[in-house]
């Protein structure tokens, strides 16, 4: 029994050894282009995520406020991102990320010059960090659906999910260490000016591509019959209902840990912005080597038995971090909290990618962004009164117990998945199953 082949990652030249297996997607010119281009663009924008905690946490000593910065950035994500998906399903892909990535240069520009003229506060920060939400609310769903136009071999598809995972890791280890050494030197807002001037890189890649645009079929129903139809699919279809549960659970209540990330840096561990950079990069470290193990598989088969592993470790090592007071533990636990996010975030993606709709896909992907991006508001709310209250270490052992309870559920969600997940229009991800043959989970029964 094969995977259908129309969808299987076909032989390059190039792609006989290990490694260019993994970065076969790197093939295809456009996509290319856009990997490089990105690499940049991320280096910087971890860079600013550093310094604009950093500079918080100086400014304000409250993670409260820490926690008011994180949700101002996220928060337009649930409000924008089902609307926005409607449009990403009827605009040009390219010119939407043009317009996105240019706006998000500006942003980091005006940071930057507040800086500069010593006139930024945290209530100018928190505007700037919204309005950014607000493009990324854009931006997310447009790059994934132009992911598909970028590899014309749809079998490459996983691949360059993968390899999207590894580009925004990588970046992770070195964008952050480039920060804390510039901000113990010249202060945040050097960072803030590396980071708009990084976004030249990905802007340029864009304008070089050649993509067709075929005519998008113009649509007499309104935004909200759209969104209608589009929540619709994913409240009916049980893959990607419960992968949405999964990430909008760990999204609440595991994923803002990242935003105490400076308290435990500076009151846990009495290190410094160097140490809260050593501290980033290490999770970081983890989830680089997440998304080459993902970059390197051959099929998305097993992926659902995976996620569920993935989401109860997570949980597991942000008990171990709340419990540690020494950075010579907290670093190897922040390796597997940042391996295990890494894989459970990007796995669940790339089933979604794999088996939803083509026409139905904008929506679909800012569903996704909403519970992935827009449920951490909330969470970094939440830990951040929580964190006042009894602690940074305890806030974040009792978000790691509920993503082991949530990890329970899906387990068992799983088992209800119907036989064969593929859709008209999407991407069929199993073998066609013979008779006598019996499984709990669709996406484990042929590894």
């Not at 029994?1 to 050894?17: E, I, L, Q």
């Not at 840096?265 to 140490?275: L, P």
């Not at 309870?405 to 066609?432: H, S, T, V, Y």
Request: glycine fraction near 10%; hydrophobic fraction near 50%.
């Amino acid at each position: 029994m094969a995977v259908n082949d129309s969808f299987a990652p076909r032989a390059k030249p190039g792609t006989n050894s290990k490694i260019g297996f993994a970065m076969r997607a790197l093939c295809h010119r456009n996509y290319r282009l856009f990997f490089f281009g990105q690499s940049l663009s991320l280096t910087g924008t971890w860079m600013t995520q550093v310094a604009t905690s950093w500079l918080v946490y100086r400014l304000t000593n409250s993670a409260f406020l820490l926690g008011l910065v994180g949700f101002s950035g996220q928060i337009p994500a649930l409000l924008l991102s089902p609307f926005f998906g409607v449009w990403v399903d009827r605009l040009n892909s390219l010119r939407l990320l043009k317009l996105t990535q240019t706006l998000s240069m500006l942003e980091s520009f005006a940071l930057a010059v507040l800086a500069f003229t010593h006139t930024i506060n945290i209530w100018n920060i928190i505007g700037l960090i919204a309005f950014q939400g607000a493009v990324n609310a854009l931006d997310l769903p447009g790059r994934q659906r132009f992911l598909v136009k970028m590899v014309e071999d749809r079998g490459d598809l996983a691949n360059a999910i993968a390899l999207n995972s590894l580009t925004l890791n990588a970046t992770r280890i070195v964008g952050p260490s480039i920060a804390g050494v510039v901000i113990a030197l010249s202060g945040e807002k050097w960072c803030f000016l590396i980071d708009g001037f990084s976004y030249l890189a990905v802007i340029a890649s864009l304008f070089m591509m050649r993509v067709g645009s075929p005519p998008i079929a113009r649509k007499d129903t309104s935004v909200f019959h759209e969104l209608k139809r589009g929540w619709d699919y994913v409240v009916g279809f049980s893959p990607v209902r419960s992968v949405l549960i999964l990430v909008a659970g760990v999204g609440l209540v595991g994923m803002p840990y990242g935003v105490l990330m400076p308290v435990f840096a500076g009151s846990v561990v009495h290190g410094d912005a160097h140490t809260l950079g050593f501290m980033t990069a290490t999770s970081g470290l983890g989830a680089l080597a997440s998304a080459m193990v993902l970059a390197m598989r051959k099929s998305v088969i097993g992926l659902g038995r995976w996620v569920a592993v993935c989401a109860f470790l997570f949980g597991a090592g942000l008990i171990g971090f709340g419990l540690s007071h020494w950075l010579w533990l907290s670093l190897p636990l922040l390796l597997v909290t940042g391996f295990c996010t890494m894989q459970q975030t990007a796995a669940s993606n790339i089933i979604i990618q794999t088996i939803v709709d083509e026409d139905k896909r904008g929506r679909v992907m800012s569903f996704y962004n909403m519970v992935f991006i827009g449920m951490a508001p909330f969470g970094c709310l939440m830990v951040g009164g929580l964190a006042n209250s009894i602690g940074a270490p305890r806030t974040v052992m009792i978000g790691g117990a509920l993503c082991m309870i949530c990890a329970g559920w899906f387990d068992r969600a799983q088992r209800n998945w119907p036989p064969n997940p593929a859709r008209p229009g999407g991407l069929e991800i199993l073998p066609k199953v013979g008779t006598g043959i019996k499984t709990a989970s669709i996406l484990t029964r042929l590894e």
